[in-house]
């Protein structure tokens, strides 16, 4: 399996702007998280989905972010407009399970995204 | 989820055991303790987790107290490329508790 794959892996653009992060998770799992890094504020949760469905996304900063889930292979993460403040790490992972039960959490490699 | 403290950063030759602390003092009943390590530039990685008997797989081991208040992760012979972050998360492990809340984690740099 190639693991969770990001794209783009680098992304650089100017302040408000559009844009989209898409992330494939692990083919069979069921949860998928976006997570975002600073050297301030480190690793966040931003929102993550169960089977399609939003779980929670109270992480999510503010209505210019946005994530949605079409089918079990594809997601998207959106922020419109871009802001400086937005220029982060932004990593993609999934993990399998159910009910009471769930696995470890497999993450991409990241998104540098650059706002100017 | 119950907070942890780890050391900020440790030091571990090429070759010897890295031992990495975590407290989690506060930790509940029905909550594990989690490890993950992130090198340079890379997302984070799964290496092991427990409830409260000690755990070995092909990375590390997971030793926790009788207590659950504190646990060490080993790395039984470090490489240069066990350099990273690593992190201690404790949490539930059920459905709707599925995410992971890092803290600041402990820089470990393996000397060769």
């Known amino acids: 399996d190639a693991g969770v794959i990001q794209s783009p892996r680098h992304e650089v653009t100017e302040m408000g702007q559009e844009v989209t992060l898409r992330c494939k998770p692990i083919s069979g799992h069921n949860s998928l998280f976006w997570y975002r890094q600073t050297m301030m504020r480190g690793l966040e949760l931003l929102i993550y989905?169960?089977?399609?469905?939003?779980?929670?996304d109270s992480g999510m900063p503010e209505d210019r972010f946005s994530a949605k889930m079409p089918n079990a292979s594809f997601s998207t993460l959106k922020i419109q407009p871009s802001e400086p403040r937005d220029s982060a790490v932004y990593f993609c992972a999934s993990s399998s399970g159910t009910g009471v039960s769930y696995n470890e959490q497999f993450f991409g490699p990241g998104t540098r995204l650059t706002v100017l | 989820d119950a907070k942890t403290t780890q050391p900020p950063s440790m030091d571990c030759a090429e070759g010897r055991a890295a031992n990495l602390p975590c407290n989690h003092s506060?930790?509940?009943?029905?909550?594990?303790v989690y490890w993950y390590r992130q090198i340079h530039s890379q997302g984070p990685q799964y290496i092991i987790h427990g409830l409260k008997n000690n755990e070995t797989n092909e990375m590390a081991s997971l030793i926790i107290t009788e207590d659950r208040k504190s646990s060490t992760l080993i790395l039984p012979h470090a490489t240069l490329r066990d350099t990273a972050v690593y992190y201690c998360?404790?949490?539930?492990?059920?459905?709707?508790?599925?995410?992971?809340?890092f803290g600041t984690g402990t820089r470990l740099t393996i000397i060769p």
């Open positions: 506060t930790i509940s009943g029905n909550e594990y």
């Open positions: 998360i404790v949490r539930p492990r059920m459905f709707g508790n599925e995410k992971l809340t």
């Open positions: 989905f169960n089977n399609n469905v939003p779980i929670d």
